[in-house]
């Protein structure tokens, strides 16, 4: 069975600082990838997702995330943070077909001025 | 297009009282749909999902059951409220365009606190 492991809970950066959020996953083959982000009280958003390909994909809000086969990772990363990027993003693994999506715990990033 | 409501949105019960979530879908049809419950610091734990009316599968075993009474409806139930089932709740649904697998979209969550 697949498993998402998300090894910081909770990371403070600089407005205007680079990020760089971490995600392993486990699992024989190649899966899907996603991050979502969540923001306080609301539902999760997609921010990108790889299923094959060019191994750098790009998302919404100015965000990106590799897709590293030798490391098993898919780490998510932003060149400079804003305040309002400040919310819980959560890495997730899937197969494909009926089987669901497996998230990591999460980490919740803070932004600081 | 495709949009997912769910509701109420903040819901307060006492110990004890019955509970039902909803869970309805729009632009699709036969989706894959999921219940999922976040509690502070735990991320997010798969309650239920189900591939078809009437289909359910449980992950956890506990005080909460699930029902899909029609193909774009998904309700979370329980008969008798625990502390423990405070959390929040958000209801999510295999998303497809054009034929091909994009994950989920999730709704907008229930916030429940038992008092």
């Known amino acids: 069975a697949q498993s998402v492991t998300q090894p910081d809970i909770h990371i403070t950066v600089s407005e205007g600082a680079s990020l760089e959020l971490r995600c392993n996953y486990s699992y024989g083959a190649t899966p899907y990838l996603f991050w979502y982000v969540q923001s306080p009280g609301q539902g999760l958003q997609l921010l990108l997702k790889y299923f094959s390909g060019d191994t750098l994909v790009q998302g919404i809000k100015g965000f990106e995330a590799e897709f590293k086969r030798s490391q098993s990772s898919f780490n998510l990363r932003k060149p400079s943070v804003h305040w309002s990027d400040a919310a819980e993003y959560f890495c997730a693994v899937g197969v494909g077909g009926n089987t669901p999506l497996v998230f990591g715990k999460g980490t919740r990033l803070s932004v600081i001025a | 297009s495709q949009t997912i409501h769910q509701w109420p949105a903040t819901l307060v019960q006492p110990v004890g009282s019955p509970l039902s979530l909803e869970c309805t879908v729009e632009g699709t049809s036969n989706p894959n749909l999921y219940w999922y419950r976040q509690a502070a610091g735990r991320g997010l734990q798969l309650l239920f999902y189900s591939v078809g009316i009437g289909q359910i599968s449980s992950e956890v075993p506990q005080n909460l059951s699930a029902s899909r009474p029609q193909d774009r409806q998904f309700i979370l139930s329980s008969k008798k409220l625990l502390l423990s089932d405070s959390g929040f709740y958000l209801c999510?649904?295999?998303?497809?365009?054009?034929?091909?697998?994009?994950?989920?979209?999730f709704g907008s969550g229930t916030r429940l606190t038992v008092v």
């Open positions: 999510a649904w295999i998303t497809l365009r054009a034929g091909r697998y994009h994950g989920y979209t």
